[in-house]
């Protein structure tokens, strides 16, 4: 098997020192097994995704020294795909309209969850299965019943060859229950990343998933939707996330040094692969 690796950031802000430690350490797991390394944009926000973010994310890979197949997807041209998905969902009757407002829902005692956002699961506001539903003529999102999702398709396992927050390896057990109701499609039309995530994994023919550990949990949804659709499992391979000095995850806020203010400041590339503690792979 050739394997296909894939790095997917969303273009909401520079990269930095834990999107170089995923991008690099899929890249050469890609080349060390003759594999095939591929760059997805996951613009799918559209008030938060941004060109120039998206043409910086180029140029830092390239400075990097990573290269892949061009064009590369870019989720926001993917809206047919997303739609064929959730309407083979709604034909199983997996998908209910949900008009809660974030307020409602911090009301009700839950958190939105939308995205790879995490909080208490939605509290089944709008759930038809348990008697909810949506107010008629308003904005709705779109969401999966996942306690009847997880029952039709069962006891799901993945495959883990890096490890979860809490060392996770091996044959991981999905619990995709602990996320609730997870939103397939937001209220602006725009698919969620879950459901984005899993169609255009399977569309790449992705078959090896090298991102950071925040999204361990993540991937019991993702299994589950595979699963519905049809779609093959990529293995996952989930790494640490890189802390700056006083121990905070980096995130694309400006207060954290991007790679371009790292690449300002004198960085090589070989200076982030020794930050990041992965070493150069081959000539
Ligand atoms: N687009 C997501 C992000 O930038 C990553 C998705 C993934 O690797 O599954 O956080």
């Not at 998905?85 to 709604?90: C, I």
């Not at 939605?122 to 909810?132: A, H, K, L, M």
């Amino acid at each position: 098997m050739r394997p296909v690796e894939r790095f997917a950031p969303s273009p909401t802000g520079l990269l930095h020192l834990g999107h170089a430690f995923s991008a690099l350490m899929g890249f050469d797991a890609a080349r060390a097994a003759g594999g095939v390394f591929r760059l997805r944009i996951e613009d799918l926000d559209a008030g938060r995704a941004r060109r120039d973010f998206e043409a910086a994310i180029f140029e830092d890979l390239r400075w990097l020294g990573l290269s892949w197949p061009e064009p590369v997807m870019r989720q926001s041209a993917r809206g047919a795909a997303y739609e064929a998905a959730l309407a083979r969902l709604g034909a199983m009757g997996l998908v209910y309209p949900c008009s809660c407002t974030r307020a409602d829902i911090a009301a009700a005692g839950g958190a939105p969850q939308e995205g790879a956002e995490a909080g208490p699961p939605y509290p089944g506001t709008c759930r038809p299965r348990t008697g909810g539903r949506a107010a008629p003529g308003a904005p709705h999102a779109l969401r999966l019943d996942m306690e009847a999702a997880a029952a039709r398709a069962g006891a799901l396992t993945f495959r883990e060859v890096g490890a979860g927050p809490a060392g996770e390896t091996g044959e991981i057990a999905a619990a995709p229950e602990a996320h609730g109701d997870v939103v397939l499609r937001r209220k602006d039309g725009a698919a969620a990343y879950h459901l984005a995530v899993v169609v255009d994994d399977a569309a790449e023919g992705v078959t090896h998933v090298t991102r950071g550990e925040d999204l361990f949990a993540a991937t019991s949804v993702h299994r589950l939707l595979q699963a519905l659709l049809g779609l093959p499992a990529p293995i996952y391979r989930h790494h640490r996330l890189i802390r700056d000095a006083s121990g905070r995850r980096l995130a694309k806020r400006a207060d954290d040094v991007s790679l371009a203010a790292l690449r300002a400041s004198g960085w090589t590339p070989d200076d982030v692969r020794r930050a990041v503690g992965l070493v150069r792979a081959g000539p």
